[in-house]
């Protein structure tokens, strides 16, 4: 808490996760990190503590009702806070895709089948049929989807048998992460990653206590399969969850029930009819493009580039993001040893949890996203909620018996609480998001070219769509510094002739054209500003190149015909001129 109010005076984006309340408002920023110190003083936290240990307690007397209020609450809380900025990832991407009717195999062809089904076929039908626009569709299924992981978290303090305060916390823990921004309109299978890794949670603890759950978990990983190649990661835990069930509750023969040889099949059937696709997307895509591009080669390799630069303390504000009490679990998990070693069922659990984080906690360091950890950040949200449930079972376990210091839930849940929400507000909130995005760029430490590039582009094209042509003409130029693709210099012409920069525009048809020169709405748009600035000859020299180009082309025609027009009125009334 102390490090979020004084890194709000610190200039640059070192520490971007940290640093939030400079761009909220006071309320938003200040008044809710108010909130957040003060459970932190034991005697205030102590008043709010009955209140939660009732609402803790609920989750056992009441299942049905309290999930039902936590799943409405998360729907609840995900559908008001729109997200506006619309930065994470491929945003505006994955949402025009189903704008324009795209097909997804041209701009997503690593995509998987329930991938394509939740966020392209079904939100096309839902917009073709005029229910609701792109982003509505998104935003609902992530309403829903959200309320499944609200009813999750209440279930996952259930199932560890948690009372009380120490319950309610544990609930908050898994449910308020920054991966909550997966649910408020982005169109990608990483919100249902997040879903399936809290499912997995759930099962695995219920597996190893009750013996029921294995059917759910190897569910979770066969969707997950269907879903995102990701999904290879929770195998490790899911094997463990078998070895250790087979150990307790395997014996006499336990393991030929038909229900038991049943929860063995979607993970083995989705691994078989999957895995050759997945394994030649990790080896063709992902291996050039998230962890052996060339930036990444040129820094020694995928070992030497793994923790280069800024990317520490970008993991840092990773994980701080997305599971703010994260940063606790090496110093909790030490102080319960001795507790866990009294009861080995605790340890199994702990062990089990750590094995469904570990896979995707490893993998971070060596993947090198395109556009940048501050912005895809949504490649890592399932690994947030992985970190978050074990974080939960060690506050859990922590609070679980220690009465005196019951007040520390009320602490630990404003502690969640508090960045969950700030996040949320400051992705709904387009002027303050776009400062931030503007922030990144502008200030210490410079980003790679890639990362500058990329994000001064999606400044260019968020800023026109909201009319701020003038912005949006500065963040293109500023993207041809890096990255002067054909694109982006047509995107920077069209943004400077809004603004009425028309000088602009036509030196960027001009760069436009000389890297494409078979671009007919390059020479078109370079004929249009050329005569509005009455550049004559300049407007004449690009229509007479488009017509050789393209001799069938009525636009060159006709723009050609204009100019002769014009050229034929000024000679007339030269000649007038000079009659007088």
Known sequence: MAARAALTFVPGTWFWSLNLHRFLSPVMGWGLWLLAALALVPPLARRVSPMLARWGD???????????????????????????VRFVGDFLLRQGTVEVVEQPGLLFPQALPLDLFLHYALPLKLT???????????????????????????????????????????????????????FTGFSKAFAEMCVLMAVAGVSAIAALRTGRGL?????????????????????????LVWGLWLARHGRDGAWRRPGVLAAALPPLLAIAVMAPRIIGTVLHTDTAVHFAPPEVLAQGGVLGAALAGTRPLDFASLALMLSPLAVAIPLMAPLLAPAIARRPGRGREALVLATLALPFVGVMVFIHPAQGLFRDWDDFAATGVALSLLAAW???????????????????????AVP??????????????????????????????????????????????????????????????????????????????????????????????????????????????????????????????????????????RALDDIARHEALQADSARRAVER
């Open 215 to 239: 059917f759910a978990f190897g569910l979770a990983v066969a969707v997950g399969m269907t879903l995102h190649r990701s999904a290879l990661g929770m195998f490790p835990a899911l094997a």
């Open 394 to 416: 060690l506050v859990g376990e922590t609070l679980r018996d220690a009465h005196r210091f019951a007040w520390l839930a009320v602490a630990v849940t404003f502690g969640v």
């Open 128 to 182: 073709a049929a005029h229910l609701m626009s792109a982003n509505g569709a998104a935003r609902l299924l992530g309403a829903v989807e959200v309320a499944m992981l609200g009813a999750l978290a209440a279930a996952f303090a259930r199932t560890l048998e948690l009372r009380g305060g120490a319950a309610f916390a544990c609930a908050a823990v898994v449910l308020l992460g920054g991966y909550l921004g997966m």
């Open 420 to 557: 969950a929400v700030q996040w949320l507000i400051a992705h709904t909130d387009t002027d303050r998001g776009l400062a931030r995005v503007r922030a990144f760029v502008l200030e210490r430490p410079i980003r790679p070219p890639p990362q500058r590039g990329t994000t001064w582009d999606y400044l260019g094209i968020r800023s026109y769509r909201l009319n701020r042509f003038a912005d949006a003409q500065e963040a293109f130029a500023r993207a041809t510094e890096t990255s002067p693709s054909p694109r982006i210099l047509q995107e920077w012409a069209l943004a400077a002739t809004m603004a009425n920069d028309l000088l602009t525009a036509q030196r960027a048809y001009q760069r436009l054209l000389e890297k494409q020169p078979d671009n007919d709405l390059g020479w078109l748009g370079l004929v249009a500003v050329s005569m509005r600035l009455r550049d004559v000859p300049e407007a004449k020299r690009a229509a007479t190149e488009l017509r050789r180009r393209d001799p069938a082309n009525s636009e060159a025609q």
């Open 58 to 84: 609920a989750l056992t007397r009441r299942p049905v009702s309290t999930a039902t209020a936590w799943a409405l609450g998360a729907a609840t809380l995900a559908w008001l806070t729109p997200d506006r």
